[in-house]
């Protein structure tokens, strides 16, 4: 998967250094390593499901807190 993530990349001729500086990709990348590690913990028996559960949970709140920060997420206007 990185390796095609590479690729589209240096045909697109984006910049690499400023993907490898940028923030966003820093979080993507924790993010990934964080649901990989749980994943494979949990099924290796050396975490419970409620623990599972919860370290999911709070990464997606995370990711939908980051979300609604930047206005993604939804309007914020109400309509009346």
Known sequence: MWTVFWIAVARARESIREILLSTGFFRTVAVMGVIAATVVLSLAGRLE???????????VGFVLGSLAGRGVAGSTEKEG
């Open 49 to 59: 499901g409620n623990i599972t559960g919860a370290i999911l949970s709070g990464i």
